[in-house]
């Protein structure tokens, strides 16, 4: 019986969609303290702390700048950024958890279709997001989103090369022509993933 109910889980979790995923992740009891594993991270080896700090000095980002995050998830790492942060993600769970744990200004919305005006922030953040993307139309129509409503600067971040999941969308860097790539910020993916960052 066990087995049964064990195998029927996996068949239905395997036929959710990532949206279905983040919204059935937003429900979940927890608190601030959960942050990680609310966007995704439960499993990795990752110090959001320090991959904040890395995305700060590889955007020289000011406690001026107006900072869009997109895919913001619960806040995981907008808990590490001091600007005047704004972020979207399409999960009205994490949005309703991100609210209320840190009381920032985040929306509901599709990184295809920014609800924003043109050069709207600064600077646009959108990491470990790219891989959950179900196409490379969505990818491309994001990637002119996040290019539109930036004034000088954006940051797409963990773009997989290749990956320990089957779900994951896959990247190339030559993809990322005129973009400056480095490697992945934490390990053990550094080398398996990269950031491409493009300045106006």
Known sequence: ?????KATSQITQSKETWKDIWTRKGKAAGSKDDLLAYDGYEATQINMEEVAAQI???LD???TDKVLE???GAGALAKYLDCEY???DYSPTLVQRHIEFLGNSVLVGEANDIIFKDNSFDKVIC???FLYFDSDEYAQQA???LKRVAKT???IGELPIRSHRDEHKLYRKEDFTGWTITDGFYDPYRKDRFNATMFF
């Open 86 to 88: 704004v972020g979207i």
């Open 127 to 129: 990491y470990g997001v």
């Open 143 to 145: 990637i002119s989103e």
């Open 153 to 155: 600067a954006v940051l």
């Open 61 to 63: 980002i000011k406690p």
């Open 1 to 5: 019986m066990e087995q049964t109910q």
């Open 56 to 58: 700060v000095k590889a």
């Open 70 to 72: 997109v895919g913001c």
